[in-house]
Each structure stands twice: as structure tokens, then as C-alpha cells.
């Protein structure tokens, strides 16, 4: 795990690890490949998650739910997304829910994240 400049982040990091280290594994895993993604990324601890900005423009976010582990897309609607992997139906946002760690692999995380920005 790479650790944060911002505290407060680091600080969640950490403390999602003690609530369910399951979710935790796939939330790092998935902030990683944002973040070798986009090494200028910048986050921050808002809405209850982890969210990353680009030039000052968020443009995802992470979030740790009950069963799944929430990756998020500011203009999701915009993104390539041939097998239909991408949820919701607002105007702008879409996201990808991640069950397993497996699901970062088949619901190909790194080709939404490309698209992102």
C-alpha cells in the first residue's frame, strides 16, 4: 500500500483495515491502480470514502459498503463500457460494485480507471 501525504487519509487507510480486511485489501488494491494511474492524483477523505481529484476535478471514488466495495466515476456516462459492467442512472455518475477481490480482474477496474480522466 502506498502511503498518503494526507493524513487524514493515511488515517483511514488504516482504520478500514481494522473494520473488515476483506474490503480493505480490494479498496487498497483498487486506490493503487488509481494512483499508478495518475501518479498526480491528489485524495482526500470525503462522503464517508476516499475520494481523487486531478487538477483540482474529482473524477472518482471509493467507498466501502456493507457487502461491496463502491468505485465510482464523476463522468461515468462518458465511458466505454461494452459489457455492461458500469451501474446507475443518474445524469453524469456511474460505478462498479466489487464483491471479491476477483471482481477488479473481470470487471476490468484498470479500463474504467484509464477512461476517468
Do not use: W
Request: charged share 30%; net charge neutral.
Amino acid at each position: 500500500m502506498k502511503k498518503s501525504e494526507n493524513e487524514g487519509v493515511q488515517n483511514f487507510l488504516e482504520e478500514i483495515k481494522l473494520v473488515d480486511a476483506d474490503k480493505s485489501n480490494m479498496l487498497i488494491e483498487i486506490r493503487d491502480i488509481i494512483l499508478n494511474t495518475f501518479p498526480k492524483t491528489k485524495e482526500k477523505v470525503m462522503y464517508g470514502g476516499l475520494v481523487f481529484f486531478l487538477n483540482d476535478e474529482m473524477f472518482s471514488g471509493l467507498f466501502l459498503n456493507k457487502k461491496h466495495v463502491t468505485l465510482e466515476f464523476s463522468t461515468g456516462y462518458l465511458m466505454e463500457d461494452p459489457k455492461k459492467a458500469l451501474e446507475g442512472k443518474g445524469k453524469y455518475r456511474r460505478h462498479l460494485k466489487i464483491l471479491t477481490t476477483e471482481d477488479i480482474l473481470n470487471k476490468e477496474v484498470s479500463f474504467f480507471v484509464r477512461q476517468a480522466v
